[in-house]
């Protein structure tokens, strides 16, 4: 079997339902998966302190959860389209690792120039320095925000479907040639829109499933499957997960 661990960097246990739900109709047979929560931060990651508080939950999740005796995965899918922590789990936890935008911009990529729809107005400049980030700023042509959070999109799919196909229009014509449909709490709505566009509408949580399956993870920077640094303040199951 192989293991894929999926954390949400955010404490919204509604997105990390919606993510078991939506994974657990696309995994192969040969896949475990576990998913899990961060344990503090902002029920949704929606402005640059949250992103950053995320950042940290995120190694905490990890650390606790390897400090279980859970079966050490083989890829780390970081459930924010934000990609919150990305090099830092990258670097510790010596098995390949993707968040949700970098697995979209990656597959939005092979079709040239691509637009990003997602909700949260601070969300913007913070998704143009991610794609300036991880290369692909010269591809983004194009990004729609909607007015509501990925939380208040989660709650609420007649609306969400509503504004979300509002949105992917205005994306489409921006000359992309394609579109991401971006974050956790949206995953399975790409499915739903898709008939009303002309262009590819690509769903980010799919997307990092895909790179799983398909074994295109980016690889981990590291051998060591522990923190590289000692810590003070921090909770035990951080400040002992250190490498020796």
């Known amino acids: ?25 696309l ?10 929560t961060a344990r503090f931060g902002a029920p949704y990651i929606a402005c640059e302190a949250s992103h950053a508080v995320a950042g940290h939950a995120l190694l905490d999740a990890w650390a606790a959860h390897m400090q279980s005796g859970a079966a050490w995965p083989d890829g780390i899918v970081i459930a924010c389209f934000g990609d919150p922590g990305l090099f830092a789990l990258r670097e510790v936890s010596a098995c390949p690792v993707t968040g949700l935008a970098e697995a979209a911009f990656m597959q939005a990529a092979a079709n040239g120039p691509f637009a990003i729809v997602t909700g949260g ?17 010269s591809l983004l042509t194009h990004i729609e925000i909607v007015e509501q959070d990925g939380a208040a999109l989660l709650a609420d ?77 921090l909770p035990d199951h951080m400040g002992q997960f250190k490498a020796e």
């Open 1 to 25: 079997m192989r293991h894929l661990l999926v954390i949400n960097p955010n404490t919204g246990v509604a997105t990390t339902n919606r993510l078991k739900e939506w994974l657990g109709g």
């Open 27 to 36: 995994l192969p047979a040969d896949v475990q998966m576990d998913c899990i």
């Open 121 to 137: 107005v601070r969300w913007k400049p913070m998704l143009q320095r991610l794609a300036s980030g991880l290369g692909f700023a």
């Open 157 to 233: 799919r007649d609306m969400a479907l509503r504004v979300l196909a509002q949105a992917c229009a205005k994306a489409a014509d921006s000359g992309a040639k394609s579109v991401i449909l971006g974050g956790a709490g949206l995953a399975g709505y790409a499915s739903a829109l898709q008939a009303k566009l002309t262009l590819p509408l690509i769903d980010s949580v799919s997307a990092a499933l895909d790179l799983y399956v398909q074994n295109r993870m980016p690889a981990s920077t590291s051998q060591h499957n522990r923190f590289h640094t000692v810590w003070n303040g």
